[in-house]
């Protein structure tokens, strides 16, 4: 499903497939989304807005964490 978009991706399509299955699992476990899940578009928009190459969600300022603004990679 990844690789025909491979030069589209930050990270390697394997990862983004096991972040997707990740993301999946836990946004539907009922214990870890408190009662909440996740749909799927919020699934696929959080997983698509952290791997796709030139797009910068917004992010918030956490000025008190250390290495906050450190690039993160996948």
């Known amino acids: ?3 025909p978009h491979r030069d589209e991706l930050r990270c390697e399509p394997e990862q983004a497939a096991r972040l997707l299955r990740m993301m999946t699992f836990a946004g539907a476990h009922p214990k870890i989304s408190e009662g909440q899940p996740l749909t799927a578009a919020e699934i696929v928009a959080a997983l698509l807005d952290g791997i796709r190459v030139g797009h ?5 300022e ?3 964490v250390p290495d906050a603004g450190a690039e993160v990679t996948c």
Request: glycine residues 0%; hydrophobic residues 25%; aromatic residues 18%.
């Open 1 to 3: 499903m990844f690789e």
């Open 56 to 60: 910068e969600p917004d992010r918030p």
């Open 62 to 64: 956490f000025s008190d």
